[in-house]
């Protein structure tokens, strides 16, 4: 009885591993998951195994492998015996290379490129697709995130840092017959560490370049014995800028952040119970686009642009001079407040040899930014979101045991959210000469004016969902599933300003903005889908792989929190752009191997896809609205694109060639491309004036772009990389007591170790594909490194590391100017790593 007890509780503890995301701890797949059991089943208080690094994931520096566990279909399973393209980094491999972010696990994984760049425009991004990264907060990621077994919608919940963490799994393809909600491209399956029945509190400290510090604390222990824990972890990072503003001195790009998380684990002989809380605090200067130069000077008709600099003069009589991104001249700047906080509840109980599963949810997500009002000294305006969302969630989920003939999973996912998008544009003393082109305009007719915008976007979803795999003998499976999906989506915009005080004011508003007062009026969807997954694999032996699968999946319609109202040339209200998309549909293939070699010591994985889809949303450019000379504004809004093909092979691995040296190496070839986009809006070199026509020809309306690569310029994705690739290694050396001649104190075993890691990209399309101004991002590799020693039991462990050592800038976004109308200085933005940070970490086991 003592024995089925103690096995029961380590099977429960595998659900109890997946309930919500604390801010502060969490992402790692490729560890073991013994290494939790150790920490909580009372039953098994081993110390925790060394972590390996696997199939685009984490090695151990010894000879031996441990078994690498992932849960994408919510099982512990190695990593090898799962039949889909799955990449993992584990717990072990985190915490020794100082991976803490999302864009540095993008780093270790193959196709998968986060960028973070402030708190509501992160996305990830899977085979080059993220969903609509530009802002939109009424539309979800093709990239599903699930944080101990709570998916989470919004983008705003992937600002964090992950520390404390146990593993970080990328599932590529559709993950709807399982995983919390539907996704089109892929999930991020984070687990978070369990609260452990033995003792332990462990302190980390690290100061890097720029003044930085990054603190982490974490304790865990019994309260009652063998009955309930807790875990407790607190983490602080805080640096100075990596760029200073000329005017406010703010340091931008600087860190600011700090996270609290607790948590409590009951375990019973039939029951387990998770509850955790978090907050998550950051107050930064990290939304910034800075100035490369002058705008174009050349329509691609020929005719001359107004450029950026010629309207400083002609609108304001103001000199241009801020041509650098490394010298900012900011007015009005203040950073950007984000706060999110989540509660979350896992209990597993057994019924006979089955397990029921309840996982239910609270998160909120809150931002208010403080853009500044122009570059140059300019004063001219400002455009924010202000932005709150409130997520409900509840699972229920009846599974049957593994390693039977046929094994089962079933359940019932319901979300309620509730997201307000208030977008606020404030008017400085210079907008009313800009927008009215005419520097002797009334400074009073848009100084302190604001336009305002009240989005709101609903979301009730219900879902029924199945997966089954039944194994015809020791060789063949076939694992299917589907998800029937209902859901209520309901949005609405208002628009309205305040502030106007003179007559005049509405005008001058109008030909800033677009619109003055308006209402879309709500408006309710009702939507019910289907996804599936057929996915046969055949094992030759013992190390040979081979599998197929066919996968549907389908995300919600967007809704565009930022609804504008249409006008013709004249001036005519023609409607307002769609407030609810269409669903976007994704048809997946894969065929895959997964092969392991030389006793477990090679291991090759190879993976090829095609990925259909239809209706994909994307941020649209709306070019019928014009500003007093005749030039579109580009409003931009929410749509669908007819057709996108994604297509391409991923590869992954590990190899040990000498005892305690693991080498691991991933990459990817992708070819992201339109199908059918035919009414794409004109790049900014195509939208001239109807004084700049030639011959009577007038700007296009549209583009066709389809059979054209996606480029970052468009569709609010990721740069797509056609090759990609991954290198790392980590190698360790035992020194014994080495160091015993210094006293009692350091006599004791330690050892050396290294680690270096790699990441390049081929170069990438910054510059929309019709443009005649192509723009790149040339090809770049990133490269961290570190060296460091630590003693045998770990208990103490200290750290040199540098990352992006060579110190590569590279960046995600470059505009050439006119980016939304009356045109602008050509910007770009810099990626999530490009700048370098040394430093060094000593960690020490307090008990």
Do not use: C
Not at 50 to 58: F, L, P
Not at 331 to 350: F, I, K, M, P
Not at 540 to 547: D, F, G, R, W
Not at 620 to 647: A, E, F, M
């Amino acid at each position: 009885m003592l024995r089925s007890t103690a096995a029961l509780r380590a099977r429960l503890l595998t659900g109890a591993r997946l309930a919500p995301f604390a801010l502060v701890g969490s992402v790692a797949l490729g560890a073991p998951f013994e290494e939790a059991f150790a920490q909580s089943a009372p039953a098994q208080n081993n110390p925790p195994a060394a972590t390996q690094q696997s199939t685009g994931a984490s090695a151990p520096a010894s000879a031996e492998v441990e078994e690498v566990k992932v849960t994408s279909r919510l099982r512990e399973e190695k990593a090898q015996d799962v039949p889909l393209p799955v990449s993992v980094v584990g717990a072990k491999t985190a915490e020794r290379e100082q991976i803490e972010r999302m864009q540095e696990f993008g780093q270790k994984v193959p196709n998968f490129v986060p960028s973070i760049t402030n708190p509501r425009t992160t996305a990830m991004s899977i085979r080059g697709i993220s969903g609509i990264s530009g802002g939109a907060d009424g539309s979800e990621s093709a990239v599903g995130l699930i944080v101990d077994n709570v998916f989470y919608t919004h983008v705003g919940f992937q600002w964090a840092d992950f520390v404390d963490l146990q593993s970080f799994e990328v599932a590529r393809g559709p993950q709807g017959t399982l995983l919390g909600k539907n996704t089109t491209v892929g999930a991020v399956v984070i687990h978070t560490q369990l609260p452990s029945f033995t003792p332990a509190a462990t302190f980390e400290t690290s100061f890097a370049s720029r003044s930085r510090i990054i603190e982490k604390l974490n304790a865990t222990g019994p309260i009652l014995d063998d009955k309930l824990a807790y875990r407790v972890t607190f983490y602080l990072d805080k640096s100075d800028g990596v760029l200073n503003d000329a005017v406010t001195g703010a340091g931008l790009l600087n860190n600011n952040r700090w996270g609290a998380r607790g948590q409590l684990l009951y375990t019973g002989d039939n029951f387990t119970d998770r509850l955790i809380f978090d907050r998550l605090r950051s107050d930064e200067y990290n939304n910034y686009s800075g100035v490369i130069g002058d705008s174009f000077p050349v329509y691609a008709n020929g005719r001359l642009n107004t450029t950026y600099a010629q309207n400083l003069w002609n609108r304001l009589r103001w000199p241009y001079f801020v041509n650098s991104p490394y010298s900012p001249a900011l007015t009005r700047l203040g950073n950007l407040d984000q706060r999110t906080t989540g509660v979350s509840n896992e209990a597993n109980v057994q019924i006979g040899d089955n397990t029921l599963t309840s996982v239910s949810a609270w998160r909120e997500f809150i931002l208010h930014p403080n853009n500044s009002l122009g570059n140059d000294l300019t004063q001219i305006s400002s455009n924010a979101f202000d932005v709150q969302v409130d997520q409900y969630s509840q699972e229920v989920r009846f599974a049957s045991p593994k390693d039977q003939k046929i094994d089962w999973q079933t359940g019932i996912y319901s979300l309620y959210e509730n997201i307000t998008s208030y977008d606020h544009t404030d008017y400085g003393y210079q907008g009313a000469q800009w927008y009215l082109n005419n520097f002797k305009a009334n400074p009073l007719l848009l100084d302190g004016t604001q336009q305002h915008s009240d989005g709101k976007a609903r979301t009730f979803s219900l879902a029924e969902f199945g997966q089954a795999t039944y194994h015809y003998d020791d060789q063949w499976a076939l694992t299917g599933g589907l998800r029937d999906t209902f859901e209520i989506r309901e949005g609405s915009d208002f628009g309205w300003v305040s502030g106007a005080l003179l007559p005049g004011s509405y005008a001058a508003t109008q030909a800033a903005y677009g619109a003055t007062f308006f209402d879309t009026g709500g408006q309710k969807v009702t939507h019910n889908s289907l996804s599936g997954l057929i996915n046969p694999s055949y094992k030759y032996n013992e190390n040979i792989l081979v599998y197929g699968s066919a996968a549907r999946g389908e995300k919600s319609g967007a809704i565009n929190t930022n609804d504008l109202p249409l006008f013709d040339t004249k001036g005519n209200f023609k409607g307002f752009q769609p407030l609810i998309t269409k669903p976007e549909t994704s048809w997946d293939y894969e065929f895959g191997v997964k092969t392991n070699w030389l006793d477990n010591k090679l291991i090759l994985n190879g993976n090829f896809y095609w990925n259909d889809i239809y209706d994909f949303q994307s941020i649209l450019v709306n070019t019928s609205i014009v500003d007093v000379t005749g030039v579109p504004l580009r409003k931009t809004y929410l749509g669908n694109i007819g057709h996108v093909r994604l297509k391409g092979f991923e590869f992954d691995g590990r190899w040990s060639p000498i005892e305690r040296l693991w080498i691991t190496f991933s990459g990817a070839l992708t070819d992201a491309r339109y199908v059918n986009f035919k009414n794409a809006a004109p790049p900014p070199d195509w939208t001239w004036p109807t004084s700049a026509n030639v011959n009577g020809v007038s700007s296009p309306l549209s583009v066709d772009l389809s059979g054209q690569r996606i480029t970052a310029g468009l569709s609010g994705n990721n740069p797509v990389a056609p090759y990609s690739l991954n290198v790392g290694a980590n190698y360790e050396q035992p020194l014994g007591r080495a160091f015993g001649n210094l006293g009692a104190w350091a006599d004791v075993p330690v050892t050396a170790f290294t680690y270096g890691n790699m990441a390049w990209r081929y170069k990438t399309q910054l510059s929309e594909p019709l443009s005649i101004y192509p723009v790149f991002q040339p090809s770049y590799a990133i490269f961290n490194f570190g060296l460091g020693l630590k003693t045998d039991d770990e208990k103490y462990s200290v750290t040199v590391w540098a990352k992006n050592l060579f110190d590569t800038r590279y960046v995600t976004n470059q505009t050439i100017g006119q980016v939304s109308g009356n045109t602008a200085a050509q910007t770009v933005t810099f990626g999530d790593s490009a700048f370098r940070w040394i430093g060094a970490t000593l960690r020490v086991k307090l008990y």
